[in-house]
């Protein structure tokens, strides 16, 4: 059960940091599932996919992609088998934990202009405050228009930001608990402190919604139907002195993500026809309409049964997802010397020791996870040794020290094989996320082994 470190693998290490400087590009500019679409789209389209939606058929080693609402997409390069005997997909989320705006988000107290977050997915709220955060997001006008915001990544853009109580008059707030000392109703970001002139009301917030107004031509009410996410600003970096990590945000799973999108990019013929799928919404249980639990994926691969000609699309969806096998590609916990009680030291995922296999997720006695079939775990063994992937299992802690779900049991409920695979993460749902380079190379190349395995 030894297993080598995968950096001592590679006599030239540049491939392993060549292929991270790709990935540091893409999650700075891909911080929300909307950004993270629109960035896959443009590497699919570099290489060759084309919008399913604009095509009358396919055949086999043709290359396509679905987008549902601006937040999944779904790319498949078409297999000499037919759809029915099965696909290889590689599935991750595109969504993080963050803040969003409420609805009604814009108030003013002591000369200051605030916004009002309701934080989305699993935060430890300390850790978002008193650093610098920038807006991403879409406001939706009545007129049918989108007005798309993008605040806090240049140099020269202002930041927002949480503020906390001073040392000094922190008595209270210290003798509380981690998960009481910051509430999640206080989580507000501070957006400026100028009053406009003459305004008796609200001066300071009325200075900030003609802000708004100038840069955006929108009215407060307009922030009802907009979609304004919260996140730490600027860009992923090197982490370590030997640069062998990288720090930034939305590791998990935009990683996953990443490395699954390019390991499909760079897989040319296939015999079974193999897929990557974009999900949003895992961080708050895969809901909704662009969430795992969507309708989106199974018509979609009926959508296909139409453009491939064969059968009855919904028959052939259904037993075409029966037939196959995935990997849920999605971040594991990784080892960190600080917190070592938590984990099992032979069940845990260590950096530079590749891939990580999840056999099970969830907690309590494994509850909420997809417990993988042994039969399906052997040949995933067989099929990474075959490539020469360095991989690691792990389970995310020890037993009842807490846990946590991925889409892995969803796409289970079809019937088909499914295994959690995916990158060892360190300060997982925290606003600087840590990855290995080499667990990020060779995750890319376990994925592109999976995809053309017999
Ligand atoms: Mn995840
Ligand atoms: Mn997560």
Redesign the pocket.
């Known amino acids: 059960m030894y297993r080598k470190n995968a950096w001592e693998k590679y006599v030239d290490t540049k491939l392993v940091f060549d292929f991270a400087e790709g990935y540091k590009n893409f999650i700075s500019v891909a911080k929300t599932e909307r950004l993270a679409v629109r960035e896959s789209i443009k590497l699919l389209e570099k290489a060759g996919f084309k919008d399913a939606g604009k095509l009358k058929s396919v055949k086999p080693g043709d290359k396509v992609y679905f987008i549902n609402k601006n937040k999944n997409v779904c790319a498949f390069i078409i297999g000499k088998k037919p759809l029915i005997d099965g696909l290889r997909i590689l599935g991750a989320h595109i969504d993080?934990?963050r803040l969003d705006l409420k609805e009604h988000p814009v108030y003013e107290n002591g000369g200051f202009a605030l916004g009002d977050t309701h934080y989305y997915?699993?935060v430890k709220k300390y850790q978002w405050t008193t650093i610098p955060l920038a807006l991403h997001g879409v406001i939706c006008k009545k007129d049918g228009t989108t007005v798309e915001v993008n605040i806090g990544e240049s140099e020269d853009d202002p930041v927002v930001g949480i503020t906390d109580l001073l040392i000094h008059l922190s008595a209270d707030q210290m003798s509380k608990t981690l998960s009481q000392a910051i509430t999640g109703e206080n989580l507000d970001i501070s957006l400026g402190s100028i009053p406009l002139a003459k305004e008796k009301k609200d001066p300071v917030k009325a200075n900030v919604l003609k802000i708004l107004k100038g840069k955006y031509n929108i009215e407060e009410e307009d922030l009802v139907s907009a979609e304004i996410e919260i996140v730490p600003a600027g860009k992923a970096r090197d982490y370590g002195l030997d640069r062998s990590m990288v720090a930034g945000y939305g590791h998990?799973?935009r990683s996953c993500a990443y490395t699954s999108l390019l390991a499909l990019l760079d897989t040319d013929e296939v015999e079974y026809t193999a897929c990557c799928i974009l999900v949003d919404k895992?961080?708050i249980g895969s809901v909704g309409a662009t969430g795992a639990h969507s309708l989106f994926f199974e018509n979609t691969i009926a959508r296909l049964a139409v453009l491939t000609g064969e059968g009855h699309p919904i028959y052939t969806a259904r037993i075409a997802l029966e037939n196959s096998k995935m990997l849920s590609s999605?971040?594991s916990a990784g080892y960190d010397p600080l917190y070592a009680s938590v984990s099992d030291p032979k069940n845990v995922a260590y950096f530079g020791e590749g891939l990580v296999f999840n056999k099970y997720t969830g907690s309590r006695g494994k509850s909420g996870s997809n417990d993988s079939n042994p039969e399906y775990y052997a040949w995933i063994r067989k099929t990474m040794d075959d490539a020469k992937v360095s991989w690691q299992n792990a389970e995310l802690g020890k037993v009842d020290q807490g846990g946590?779900g991925t889409i892995a049991y969803i796409l289970g409920n079809y019937n088909m094989n499914v295994i959690d695979a995916g990158i060892a993460v360190l300060n997982?749902?925290a606003p600087m996320e840590i990855v290995s380079k080499v667990d990020l190379y060779e995750a890319y190349l376990g994925y592109r082994a999976f995809l053309t395995a017999k």
Do not use: Q, R, T
């Open positions: 993080s934990p997915g699993g998990d799973d895992e961080e999605d971040v946590g997982m749902h």
